[in-house]
Nanobody, 123 residues
Framework: QVQLVESGGGLVQAGGSLRLSCAASGIIFSIYAMHWYRQAPGKQRELVASITSGGSTNYADSVKGRFTISRDNAKNTVVLQMNSLKPEDTAVYYC?????????????????WGQGTQVTVSS
């Protein structure tokens, strides 16, 4: 079974930085796109940043120029470097990945989520 485990959340003052990491484990054959989403209290989950297996990236307008997504395909990890943080970045951040992994003796492609990590930015 594939697991995505996030780390690196916490409390930071406005203008500060945090680095979120997500590691995928299991019998994994390949990982396609990897994403970071966030969900603030009372709001819908939103896509923050994406990266393809080839390294192409996309960002939500609200984080462009402040956040950087990167990945290490050999280690099955994705990182979100967050700089110039604002109070409105406060949310639970989730890692998401589309993975081909061994499940029930077969190669199965499925979408997986991490458990989430809290990011709180104080003003």
């Amino acid at each position: 079974q594939v697991q995505l485990v996030e780390s690196g959340g916490g409390l930071v003052q406005a203008g500060g930085s945090l680095r979120l990491s997500c590691a995928a484990s299991g019998i994994i054959f390949s990982i396609y796109a990897m994403h970071w989403y966030r969900q603030a209290p009372g709001k819908q989950r939103e896509l923050v940043a994406s990266i393809t297996s080839g390294g192409s990236t996309n960002y939500a307008d609200s984080v462009k120029g402040r956040f950087t997504i990167s990945r290490d395909n050999a280690k099955n990890t994705v990182v979100l470097q967050m700089n110039s943080l604002k109070p409105e970045d406060t949310a639970v951040y989730y890692c998401n990945a589309n993975v081909i992994a061994l499940r029930g003796g077969s190669r199965v492609r499925d979408n997986y989520w991490g458990q989430g990590t809290q990011v709180t930015v104080s003003s």
